[in-house]
């Protein structure tokens, strides 16, 4: 059975671990993601919020929400990836919807997110949530390794 939960102190080996697995052989060689590791699954988690997808206790995908180290009211959606053979189940929605849930109720009025130079077959896919692309905006972490990201981002309704 197939679960999302939030993401323990605990879970952040096993999440740097399925962030490597998942991009190995994905995503090019440059990319921070094959680097990534249990301190900084843990940095992101105390800057937000961490889910990991499993399916009998497997992990199989996950995503963070993470707060904007200089914009009040603004997040970041970070490392969303889910193993291969569990693509085109309708996981990756789940977890974007997750995330995207969470950012309203924290009150969030943007959501942002990156995506690599040599990934641009991904801004379709992000675009049916709602993020559009603006070129005006930077990236708050970028990989010094690689051309700037695209850059996108959500514009959540704030309740009053």
Known sequence: MLEIRPALPTDAETIAALVRQIWAGQVAPDSSGHRETAERVQADLARGYVWLAQTDGVAVGTVRL?????????????????????????????????????????????VRLAVRYDQPRLLEWYTRFGFVQDPQLRYSSPNPLTPPPFMLRKTLEVSS
């Open 66 to 110: 993470t707060r904007h180290p200089h914009e009040i009211g603004v997040w970041e959606l970070r490392r969303l990836g889910v193993r291969r053979e569990y693509r085109k189940t309708g996981l990756g929605q789940r977890l974007m919807e997750t995330a995207l849930e969470k950012a309203i109720a924290l009150g969030a009025r943007e």
